[in-house]
T-cell receptor, first 115, second 115 residues
Framework: AQSVTQLDSHVSVSEGTPVLLRCNYS??????LFWYVQHPNKGLQLLLKYTSAATLVKGINGFEAEFKKSETSFHLTKPSAHMSDAAEYFC?????????????FGAGTQVVVTP | SAVISQKPSRDICQRGTSLTIQCQVDSQVTMMFWYRQQPGQSLTLIAT?????????ESGFVIDKFPISRPNLTFSTLTVSNMSPEDSSIYLCSFREVQGRNEQFFGPGTRLTVL
């Protein structure tokens, strides 16, 4: 069975400061991990994904995430927040044995960026 | 990557009625998925739709309430039957690109309000 826990439901940062969104996962098999972003009234967009290649994954818009198996974590970071980063972020896990690609979503983290 | 669209984008419906949501992909895909996102919540998988066979429903979702059709490799529908206010949600379809980048793509969603 797989699950994912996003440790913060809300994160507030000032523009230009670093962003850290925390995610821990549980998986019986080698997982694939994803971060998706959802802007208000818009669809889901894939930020980045980990699929057993490099543990440090770079995504779009300056985001990156590091897969740490020993800590079962996949935290999302960005060195400098922009106002356009205000959105809901979802950490997602899919087990490698799940050929159907079923995704398990975390509860989401709402990011607020203040000027 | 393929483009995925949904119709309607939003609707307001009366209690006891049914609404059918359409999902169209511009290329052939094997597996399609339907998700629900209740207000302020994360995404929950309703069912997996495979062309030519019955949909597979997740725990808590039943065919009588959420009948799904998958007549071909580019199209699927989800019906929300005998609606109640608790069905007010965003409904999203998605598919997994197994070849190429092995990503899952989401439609823009259908925002349903039940009065």
């Amino acid at each position: 069975a797989q699950s994912v826990t996003q440790l913060d439901s809300h994160v507030s940062v000032s523009e230009g400061t670093p962003v850290l969104l925390r995610c821990n996962y549980s998986s019986s098999y080698s997982p694939s991990l994803f971060w998706y972003v959802q802007h208000p009234n818009k669809g889901l967009q894939l930020l980045l994904k980990y699929t057993s290649a490099a543990t440090l994954v770079k995504g779009i818009n300056g985001f990156e995430a590091e897969f740490k198996k020993s800590e079962t974590s996949f935290h999302l970071t960005k060195p400098s927040a922009h106002m356009s980063d205000a959105a809901e972020y979802f950490c997602v896990v899919s087990e490698a044995t799940d050929s159907w690609g079923k995704l398990q979503f975390g509860a989401g983290t709402q990011v607020v960026v203040t000027p | 990557s393929a483009v995925i669209s949904q119709k309607p984008s939003r609707d307001i419906c009366q209690r006891g009625t049914s609404l059918t949501i359409q999902c169209q992909v511009d290329s052939q895909v094997t597996m399609m998925f339907w998700y629900r996102q209740q207000p302020g919540q994360s995404l929950t998988l309703i069912a997996t739709a495979n062309q030519g066979s019955e949909a597979t429903y997740e725990s808590g979702f039943v065919i009588d309430k959420f009948p799904i059709s998958r007549p071909n490799l580019t199209f699927s529908t989800l019906t929300v039957s005998n609606m109640s206010p608790e069905d007010s949600s965003i409904y999203l379809c998605s598919f997994r690109e197994v070849q190429g980048r092995n990503e899952q793509f989401f439609g823009p969603g259908t925002r349903l309000t039940v009065l």
